[in-house]
């Protein structure tokens, strides 16, 4: 009996020892033990049979959110400040019931508003990106505009470079990516040879120094020309899939300046389509609510992850309603793309509709 409790008390020692020096390590044994809140278990089963019901025929799939928005301060009228915790419970939970290929986030995954400090921004972006990784499967990644401290930076100076970029984000999405190096690899496509499909990631909050610097949006020079020689390599018989976080083609203004090369992006998918290419469609956020265009291709987007109420509608788009203890808390889409059918489904995780597209 002594010896058993030698041995016990000693046990217990080394647990405490452990969590003191090594306090990484019980935080990754607690983060293994999260099950999803009890509000979301029906959603997971539903949205499984759902999932299965559409991959009865060969089909690409992806966990797909957007603008999460994480912040450790309030500054708006948002329910709840950490949405992303509960997102990836979720996913994590649902990837044990469904074949998933990959995950997509298009960008804005924190606020970097005043008050906060670069320092904490650069905190929030990696417990973040460890979150997306975290569920276990190969992360695709397009840059926001709120990713490169671009608003908080008119008060500490403090404007994220590219190489901080690619070291802050683009160390955590898939090693097998071809970037472009010349926006040190914010641009990317990753092909999915099973089905012949190639997955574009582009950035699109290009900043001309010279035209109102922390305002500007859009496609940079070396984007274009980028997306252009790429777009005119793709092997034929395959389909093209475009991320961005803002979409291509503006319904307004479309050819105000700040839309940095909006018109010549539209014009190089143009020329492809035209030359016989299959584009799926330009999956894109920024906006927060939930909105498709056919013309002159398809694009829609995906409402924020950031638990948030908006107005319901605005125009075409809409704001699905958020309500706490309820699954409309999370909102996100698994997405399926079905080149057998010529489909693409959005299947909605928590508030919103799910939909579906022929391409």
């Known amino acids: 009996m002594k010896r058993i409790a030698t041995i016990f008390f000693a046990i217990i020692a080394l647990t405490v020892m452990s969590i003191a020096v090594f306090p990484q390590t019980f935080s990754v044994l607690a983060k293994s033990a999260e099950m999803p809140k009890a509000y979301y ?19 690409l799939v992806f966990f797909l959110c957007t603008d999460i928005h994480y912040n450790t301060v309030k500054t708006d009228n948002r329910l709840k400040l950490d949405s992303v915790t509960d997102m990836t419970t979720n996913m994590a939970a649902l990837k044990k019931q469904i074949p998933v290929d990959g995950l997509i986030c298009l960008g804005d995954i924190v606020d970097a508003k005043p008050p906060t400090k670069a320092k904490e921004t650069r905190k929030q972006i990696k417990y973040v990106m460890k979150r997306l990784r975290g569920v276990g499967l ?24 590219p190489q901080q970029l690619e070291a802050m984000y683009m160390s955590y999405t898939l090693p097998n990516k071809v ?68 979409r291509l083609v503006q319904n307004k203004n479309p050819g105000k300046k700040w839309i940095h090369n909006q018109l010549k992006m539209v014009e190089t998918v143009n020329d492809f389509i035209a030359n016989g290419g299959s584009y799926i469609a330009t999956v894109y956020g920024h906006i927060h609510r939930d909105l498709s265009r056919k013309e002159p291709f398809l694009e829609f987007s995906v409402g924020a992850e950031k638990c948030q ?31 057998q059918s010529r489909k693409i489904n959005t299947v909605r995780f928590g508030a919103g509709a799910d939909r579906e597209w022929s391409y």
């Open 41 to 59: 278990l029906d959603e997971i089963t539903d949205t499984a049979q759902k999932v299965k019901s559409l991959t009865k025929e060969p089909a």
């Open 138 to 161: 190969p992360l695709i990644y397009c840059m926001g505009n709120h990713d490169d401290n671009r608003y908080a930076s008119r008060v500490d100076g403090m404007l994220f470079s």
């Open 179 to 246: 970037s472009d190096p010349s926006t040190n690899g914010l641009n990317y496509y990753v092909d999915y040879d099973r089905l012949k499909i190639r997955v574009f990631a582009l950035d699109s909050n290009y900043q001309d120094p010279n035209k109102n610097y922390h305002w500007a949006h859009g496609f940079s020079d070396s984007t274009l020309a980028w997306f252009t020689d790429r777009l005119k390599k793709v092997p034929k018989g395959w389909s093209v899939l475009v991320l961005v976080h803002r």
């Open 309 to 339: 109420n908006r107005e319901a509608k605005k125009g075409s788009a809409i704001a699905p309603e958020r309500k706490l203890n309820t699954a409309s808390e999370d909102l996100w889409d698994v997405l399926v793309i079905r080149p």
